[in-house]
């Protein structure tokens, strides 16, 4: 018998985290810390400025726009205006990963491309050293398109990037040029810079090449963004299963697949917080429905491949994906049979970004693990609580201030894949498209809910619960890891992955397994330490 582990009353802890602060920054706290019900989902407080002073994990707006999304595209050359270290300390550390056509296939993402702004530029304009910086980039690869991202000084000194990117398209003529506002300052996170990004691609980009590449069932993959190689995994299924990934957005991606992707017939969504603005907008525009997905984890991928066949209504294909599935299943569960009694009633909090603290805990719960706490970096309500709530989200100066782009129905290529009846029937027989239920109702009652947890949040979390594995980033990992926990990044994978699909579950099912059942944390013990603490760990470890 797996002897009982006994936990701290979840609201105690959310008291003793609240009771360090000062009472209006503990009174705001308390609205983003929360008990989860999954009957009765209680309402989480996100996407709201964090207090100054609190460390927070956030990134920002610039970071959300040019590394997130325009970053893992090869052949873009994605020029930073503004001073060097902007674009240095962006420069590949998400370890997405991209595939190019042959030796000579352009892949620019290797190049860190900045204006290198001085402070010459900051007091009289940069405009000029930006034309002359495309004209450079343009002239040593001759690039099919340029993406120009707008630092923090770029908006305060008013640089409009914008008409330099419309007058040098113009003076060029062969390559696409566009700028994004998304100074650092823009929203309340990332999240912001998303939306920006999501923006410019569909107005500058999507539909600019209506040729149809041919394909029977065809999908374009949004928010996967091929970190540690998710994507080439996902690639490989569908592909086997026989349906046509025309467009990824934007792991292992081309200019050219966004040009071409309204020609598909089902958007599927990895990353809903990221890109869900896209989805909507080529629905609006040439009526393609979306779909959540989930590839991180074996059953998820499995449920995946499923709804896409279903949402096709084609037997053959249905029939097919049961054959890749029969076929995947069984390495996955040898693996699982094998590390399931080592890993089973283990705990696991995860703590990243706006989507994979949610996805992640698919993974843990085919390892036997529990998902104690968890929570987005910079997630909004829908993330947490499901698409319904849209509606009642209060929209605040920060979100008004990222432009909303008025999309219409294209008049000559507006196609609704399926009709309204035919949604409904889906619906009917249990294909839910355009919903997403978010992280609270995956979630066991009494655990606890921690929207842009905090440094010293997730300190006390660590110290009361004593978790078996954390999941976050590189700024909290070695932090975590001296407190004897170890801490897996769930944004770059640290040197793993691929996680996604079936051959990525068996890859996260052994580093896990490896993780938490390494016996070098318990020997960890800081200098400050007393000596009472070491003795009872060594004499734990003896008699284990
Ligand atoms: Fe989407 Fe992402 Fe994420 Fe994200 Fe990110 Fe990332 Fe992330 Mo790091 S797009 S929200 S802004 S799944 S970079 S690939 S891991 S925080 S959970």
């Not at 810390?33 to 990134?59: K, S, W, Y």
């Not at 990243?352 to 987005?376: I, K, N, P, W």
């Not at 978010?438 to 006390?460: A, N, Q």
Request: charged letters at 25%; proline letters at 5%; aromatic letters at 10%.
């Amino acid at each position: 018998m797996e002897p009982v582990r006994k936990f701290p009353d979840p609201s105690a802890v959310r008291d003793e985290m609240l009771q360090k602060y000062p009472p209006k920054v503990a009174k705001k706290r308390a609205k983003s810390i929360v008990l989860n019900d999954p009957e009765e989902i209680p309402q989480v407080q996100a996407n709201t400025r964090t207090i100054p002073g609190i460390i927070t994990q956030r990134g920002c707006s610039y970071a959300g726009c040019k590394g997130v999304v325009l970053g893992p595209t090869r052949d873009i050359v994605n020029l930073v205006h503004g001073p060097i270290g902007c674009s240095f300390y962006a420069w590949l550390t998400r370890r997405n990963q991209t595939r190019p056509d042959g030796p000579e296939g352009a892949n620019y993402m290797t190049y860190c491309f900045s204006t290198d702004m001085q402070e010459e530029h900051i007091v009289f304009g940069g405009e000029k050293k930006l034309k002359q910086a495309i004209q450079e980039a343009y002239d040593l690869f001759h690039p099919k398109a340029i993406g120009i991202f707008s630092t923090c000084p770029v908006g305060l000194i008013g640089d409009d990037v914008h008409a330099v990117a419309r007058e040098m398209r113009e003076t060029l003529g062969d390559c696409n040029i566009f700028g994004f506002s998304c100074e650092g300052y823009k929203g309340v996170s990332q999240s912001a810079g998303h939306h920006i990004a999501n923006n410019q691609v569909f107005k500058h980009v999507v539909g600019l090449d209506d040729t149809d590449k041919g394909g029977k069932f065809k999908i374009n993959m949004l928010g996967e963004y091929n970190i540690g190689g998710d994507a080439f995994e996902i690639e490989r299924l569908l592909e086997k299963c026989g349906i046509t990934l025309v467009a990824s957005f934007s792991g292992n991606s081309t200019i050219g697949q966004f040009e071409n992707s309204h020609t598909a017939d089902l958007n599927v969504i990895m990353c809903h917080r990221s890109i869900n603005y896209m989805a909507e907008m080529m629905e609006t525009k040439y009526g393609i429905p979306w779909m959540k997905v989930n590839f991180i984890g074996a059953e998820a991928s499995a449920k995946s491949l499923r709804r896409i066949a279903r949402y096709f209504e084609d037997d053959e294909l249905m029939a097919r994906v049961e054959e890749v599935i029969a076929e995947e299943m069984p390495v996955v569960r040898s693996v699982v049979e094998d590390v399931y009694p080592r890993t089973k009633g283990k705990l696991a909090m995860l703590f990243v970004g706006g989507s994979r603290a949610h996805h992640y805990q698919e993974l843990f719960g085919e390892l036997g693990m529990e998902t104690l706490s968890a929570g987005y970096e910079f997630g909004h309500r829908d993330d947490y609580e499901g698409r319904r709530v849209i509606p009642s989200i209060k929209i605040d100066a920060d979100t008004k201030n990222i432009e909303e782009l008025k999309v219409t129905a294209d008049p000559e290529r507006y196609r609704p894949r399926k009709s309204e009846e035919d949604l409904a029937r889906l619906k009917e027989e249990g294909l839910d498209i355009r919903e997403y239920e978010g992280m609270m109702p995956d979630m066991k009652k009494g655990t606890l809910v921690i929207d842009d947890i905090s440094h010293y949040e997730s300190e006390k979390l660590i110290e009361l619960y004593k978790p078996d594995i954390f999941c976050a980033g590189i700024k909290e990992k070695y932090v975590v890891q001296k407190m004897g926990v170890p801490l897996k990044q769930l944004h770059s994978y640290d040197y793993g992955g691929p996680y996604a699909g079936f051959t990525g579950a068996v890859n996260f099912y052994k580093d896990i397994d490896r993780m938490v059942n390494s016996r070098v944390w318990k020997l960890i013990q800081a200098p400050w330490e007393e000596d009472g603490a070491a003795l009872e760990l060594e004499a734990s470890y003896v008699t284990q």
